[in-house]
């Protein structure tokens, strides 16, 4: 078989379409992150009764992981989504953690805590992706690691070539 089975033109339009669905996700990340600070759910504030400072916390942590997440991967300078990402990711695991406590009450909960931990898994799948990236076969010092790091942009998806 192929090392690389799809045609290279298929691949580049496959590719630009996973960036797309990222940057959307970043993007929903964001806007949740927004929605947070000026409308917390009910769900939010009633089970964050007497630690309603959290609520911007968790506003912050989603509008800095989608803000910066979106960023990187618009401008493909992935070292930006690898601190993003678990701002997002907490963020996310917040909301999945207060729906949690009411999933079994009624099956739309059930339901969207199950949308909100696929979301989170989500970040977390390109948190390891990104591990990928950042990962070196050669020992370098941490200064030239971090150089290399902002030099290099990243296509879609991981190389496949030897």
């Given amino acids: 078989m192929d090392r690389s089975p799809v045609a290279p033109e298929k691949r580049r339009v496959l590719e630009g379409l996973i960036r ?52 990187g991967r618009l401008s493909r300078f992935w070292i930006i989504e690898v601190p993003a990402l678990p701002f997002a990711g907490i ?27 696929a979301a989170m898994l989500n ?12 990962s070196e076969p050669d020992d370098q010092h941490i200064r030239a690691r971090v150089a290399a790091m902002l030099r290099r942009r990243t296509r879609d998806v991981v190389r496949r070539d030897t």
């Fill in 20 to 71: 797309v669905i990222d940057l959307v996700i970043y993007a929903a990340v964001a806007v949740g992150g927004v929605f947070a600070f000026i409308a917390p759910p009910p769900s939010v504030q009633t089970e964050l009764a007497g630690w309603e400072w959290l609520i911007p916390v968790w506003g912050a942590m989603l509008v800095l992981g989608g803000a910066g997440g979106f960023a």
């Fill in 123 to 134: 970040m977390l799948r390109r948190y390891l992706e990104l591990h990928i990236f950042a």
């Fill in 91 to 117: 963020g996310i695991g917040v909301y999945f953690l207060v729906l949690g406590t009411t999933a079994t009450v009624t099956p739309f909960t059930t339901v969207a805590a199950m949308i909100i931990l």
